[in-house]
T-cell receptor, first 116, second 108 residues
Framework: DTGVSQNPRHKITKRGQNVTFRCDPISEHNRLYWYRQTLGQGPEFLTYFQNEAQLEKSRLLSDRFSAERPKGSFSTLEIQRTEQGDSAMYLC??????????????FGPGTRLLVL | AQRVTQPEKLLSVFKGAPVELKCNYSYSGSPELFWYVQYSRQRLQLLLRHISRESIKGFTADLNKGETSFHLKKPFAQEEDSAMYYCALKAAGNKLTFGGGTRVLVKP
């Protein structure tokens, strides 16, 4: 499968614990995005990278959230001191910049987080 | 700030009937509009984008800047069209702003 992959697919944690998610984009894609989706809502943008540079962060991304893409390939999203309100599906997407109007974000299957 | 509204949470139609999913947006500039679809147990995938002006799986969508709408239409719904549909806007920058989604149920 050459699509976007995410690990783990599911995570259950206790409030206050730290969690880390990983996203592996499509290999030649230089842009990588993180979104969060809660029940009954559409995905909401969190942050995105072009290569290893984090170019935009949403106000939704509190200080407890940090994302990295150290070598411009895979990315990690860490949530520190998790809260019950962090329970959501975390989606990763990747795209290839420079394709003009044809740039398409391809989504991964998501990581479902449940904070107890 | 940009915003996307999908007023219908659920659309239930019979097979062969027309289906129209509404999408309205607010953005002061020139947006790019997309429809994404998520079939059961599958990931979110692009259905179509307004600049392509193409029909995908029988679906079309026309950008109406005057009404700030990008409604998705199909003249004859099929059972395999049952899915969750999201309208999305890309404004300045590269992030997508999604609507809340519309669940389409096509009954036999």
């Amino acid at each position: 499968d050459t699509g976007v992959s995410q690990n783990p697919r599911h995570k259950i944690t206790k409030r206050g614990q730290n969690v880390t998610f990983r996203c592996d984009p499509i290999s030649e894609h230089n842009r990588l995005y993180w979104y969060r989706q809660t029940l009954g809502q559409g995905p909401e943008f969190l942050t995105y990278f072009q290569n290893e540079a984090q170019l935009e962060k949403s106000r939704l991304l509190s200080d407890r959230f940090s994302a990295e893409r150290p070598k411009g390939s895979f990315s990690t999203l860490e949530i520190q001191r998790t809260e019950q309100g962090d329970s959501a599906m975390y989606l990763c997407a990747s795209s290839l910049a420079g394709t003009g109007g044809r740039e398409t974000q391809y989504f991964g299957p998501g990581t479902r987080l449940l904070v107890l | 700030a940009q915003r996307v509204t999908q007023p219908e949470k659920l659309l239930s139609v019979f097979k062969g009937a027309p289906v129209e999913l509404k999408c309205n947006y607010s953005y002061s500039g020139s947006p790019e509009l997309f429809w994404y679809v998520q079939y059961s147990r599958q990931r979110l995938q692009l259905l179509l984008r307004h600049i392509s002006r193409e029909s995908i799986k029988g679906f079309t969508a026309d950008l109406n800047k005057g009404e700030t709408s990008f409604h998705l239409k199909k003249p004859f719904a099929q059972e395999e069209d049952s899915a969750m549909y999201y309208c999305a806007l890309k404004a300045a920058g590269n992030k997508l702003t999604f609507g809340g989604g519309t669940r389409v149920l096509v009954k036999p």
